[in-house]
C-alpha cells in the first residue's frame, strides 16, 4: 500500500515563505514524477509543478520563478519551496506520485494560508 505525506503547510503573510514536503512509503518503483497541485475554496484542483525521475521540472505559470520542486529519491520525498507568496497562493496543496504503470497515488493535503 502506498501512502503520501504532505507536511510543511501554515500561514504565512503575503511576500513570506514556506517549504511544504510529500514522503511516500509503500511499494515505491525507482522512477516516477512527483507533482504538486492546489485548490482553493470554490475552485477547481489545479497543477503546480512537477519533476521526472530525471530531475526534469515543469511549472504552472502563475508560481514560475517563485516556487521550486525538488526531490530525493532515497527518501521518497518530494519538496515544494514556495518563495514571494502572494494572497493568491492560499489553498490546500496536494502532492501525488505516478507514472504510466502505476498510481497516481494522492496524499491528504496540506493548507496554506497566505494573509497578514
Known amino acids: 500500500q502506498v501512502q503520501l505525506v504532505e507536511s510543511g503547510g501554515g500561514l504565512v503573510q503575503p511576500g513570506g515563505s514556506l517549504r511544504l514536503s510529500c514522503a511516500a512509503s509503500?511499494?515505491?518503483?525507482?522512477?516516477?514524477?512527483m507533482g504538486w497541485y492546489r485548490q482553493a475554496p470554490g475552485k477547481q484542483r489545479e497543477f503546480v509543478a512537477a519533476?521526472?525521475?530525471?530531475?526534469?521540472?515543469n511549472y504552472a505559470d502563475s508560481v514560475k520563478g517563485r516556487f521550486t520542486i525538488s526531490r530525493d529519491n532515497a527518501k521518497n520525498t518530494s519538496y515544494l519551496q514556495m518563495n514571494s507568496l502572494k494572497s493568491e497562493d492560499t489553498a490546500v496543496y496536494y502532492c501525488?506520485?505516478?507514472?504510466?504503470?502505476?498510481?497516481?497515488?494522492w496524499g491528504q493535503g496540506t493548507q496554506v494560508t497566505v494573509s497578514s
Open positions: 501525488n506520485q505516478w507514472r504510466i504503470d502505476w498510481g497516481p497515488y
Open positions: 509503500g511499494s515505491i518503483p525507482s522512477t516516477n514524477t
Open positions: 519533476i521526472t525521475s530525471g530531475g526534469s521540472t
